[in-house]
């Protein structure tokens, strides 16, 4: 274990378990879906913002990617809990206070922060604002899943960039997505949501 992992986990940590309502937050914040549905809300919104059928094209193109850097990520992640399992801080240690269920799965990269970014780079693709927004909300539920006592900072940082290469991958090879992307706008337009 890196010496400053282990630190800045101790210092974040030792935050919970003092304030009733501060843990409340931290447990609202790490939960497994306020944060997830507030990220994947950035797709609803990046999907019908464009003003022009040009905008609208690019738009989808960017959810798609998105979507599809998501799955390979959860992929590779899972691949990646096969080769390396990592103990969680309040199993691996005495005295973590933990403010979340006991999750059993490998504890690096963090699932949770690769999905978070994953959303964030995929909206930032398109929009700044919306980018910035999902960087501010996966910050937001990485600090909580440390100090809440289920992952280490490492974790965190290798979840992140996880989820941002995966979304890169996706975007250099995205030509074989375009007819994919035609089907789903076609679908869509059926449905009335393009």
């Given at each position: 274990m ?9 210092a ?11 843990d409340g ?9 306020a ?34 850097a ?10 990646l809990n ?16 933990l ?11 963090s ?36 100090i ?23 975007e ?20 009335y949501?393009?």
């Amino acid at each position: 274990m890196l010496a400053w992992d282990w630190a800045l986990f101790q210092a974040l940590n030792s935050l919970a378990g003092r304030w009733p309502a501060f843990d409340g937050l931290i447990r609202f914040l790490m939960n497994d879906y306020a944060l997830t549905t507030a990220l994947s809300a950035l797709l609803v919104v990046l999907w019908f913002r464009g003003r022009t059928p040009e905008e609208r094209r690019a738009d989808h193109a960017a959810v798609l990617c998105t979507i599809v850097a998501l799955l390979i990520g959860m992929a590779a992640l899972k691949g990646l809990n096969l080769l390396y399992f990592r103990l969680r801080p309040f199993t691996a240690h005495d005295g973590v206070t933990l403010l979340f269920y006991h999750p059993s799965d490998s504890s690096l990269p963090s699932n949770a922060a690769a999905v978070a970014f994953t959303f964030a780079a995929g909206a930032a693709r398109r929009s700044t604002w919306l980018g910035a927004l999902g960087a501010a909300l996966g910050v937001l539920l990485g600090l909580s899943r440390i100090i809440g006592g289920v992952h280490y900072p490492l974790d965190i940082v290798a979840g992140a960039l996880l989820g941002v290469a995966t979304l890169a991958l996706v975007e250099r090879c995205s030509r074989p997505l375009t007819l994919l992307l035609r089907g789903v706008r076609g679908l869509a337009a059926l449905l009335y949501l393009a």
